[in-house]
């Protein structure tokens, strides 16, 4: 080990660390990076449940449930499709194309929210966090579609042009009511964003399954899903933070409410239009 490394393993990482972390409120990570919510990264972070608008936030997840259910297709983003083995090699790969330039768009979407937030620490840090840790994710789903069909990283994948008109990424999409809500309380705006990624680890659970059943890819282009199964039940926490603290008048509850639907109304329409593209594909 370089004596530099040795230092910091025995010095740093053992005795100053712990120093910073008994004095810090926040939570030190292991790369020194603090996240803005102590225990927010833990298994079963519950703290959310003590924040003023803790109810909202319980009747919120459950109305997303229901719309997740009764449009499972759709809002599960055509996974399902893909666990049954329903779409052909061709299909499969216009569907992850065009999520490749959802993924590829989603941190410099997330981090644009940053300017509304400026004065506001604790969001604005948790929207820089929240953004940093989506890059590097369109990188992953590139190494599926080169190794799974084939295609030129740069020709074929960062040129691919989205093939449902005016439809835009769901979970970013600023609808009207979006744009409401950024006006009057720019944190509840952005906290759409992580909380709706709460359907994303089944999704790619779904996926990821489908796409080892059916279609017999091997793990080590499967990356992206296999993440995916897991790293936005963190990113949903976000979201429950952010909600929980700010979401506490009836005139916010009632604006972020209908925004969750027409987000949830946008996803389904941009669903089943690539779903309609790709059903004249053979
Ligand atoms: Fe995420």
């Keep these: 080990m370089h004596e530099l490394e040795k230092e910091y393993e025995e010095y740093s990482r ?14 030190l990570l ?10 927010i990264y833990d298994i079963g972070w519950q703290e959310w449940l003590d924040l003023p608008a803790a109810d909202f936030v319980k009747e919120l997840r459950k109305l997303d449930d229901k719309i997740i259910q009764e449009n499972y297709e759709w809002t599960l983003r055509l996974a399902p499709f893909v666990h049954r083995g329903e779409f052909s090699l061709e299909q499969l790969k216009i569907m992850e194309l065009q999520s490749f330039l959802d993924v590829d768009n989603f941190a410099v979407e997330i981090v644009s929210h940053v300017f509304d937030n400026i004065k506001d620490r604790d969001v604005r840090d948790i929207i820089m966090r929240h953004a940093s840790e989506e890059i590097g994710h369109a990188e992953l789903k590139a190494d599926f579609l080169v190794h799974a069909f084939g295609l030129d990283r740069q020709r074929d994948i960062w040129n691919a042009k989205p093939i449902v008109p ?6 970013s999409a600023e609808t009207d009511v979006v744009k409401k809500l950024k006006k009057l309380c720019p944190p509840l705006a952005y906290a ?5 990624e709460r359907s994303l680890p089944r999704n790619n659970r ?8 059916h279609y017999g890819f091997p793990s080590r282009i499967l990356g992206f899903y296999d993440l995916h199964t897991y790293v936005d039940i963190y990113h ?3 979201g429950l933070y952010v909600i929980g603290k700010y979401a506490t ?13 027409s987000k949830r109304e946008n996803q389904v329409r941009y669903n089943m239009g690539i779903y309609d593209y790709i059903s004249k594909v053979k």
């Design 30 to 39: 292991p790369n020194t990076a603090y996240a803005p919510i102590q225990g």
């Design 166 to 171: 005016n439809a835009h990424n769901w979970v």
């Design 206 to 213: 779904l996926m990821a399954e489908g796409l080892r059943k």
């Design 192 to 196: 759409t964003i992580p909380f709706l």
């Design 249 to 261: 008048t009836k005139e916010l509850q009632d604006l972020l409410r209908e925004a969750i639907i």
């Design 14 to 27: 053992k005795v100053t660390q712990q120093r910073l972390k008994s004095i810090l409120p926040r939570e």
């Design 236 to 238: 949903e926490r976000l």
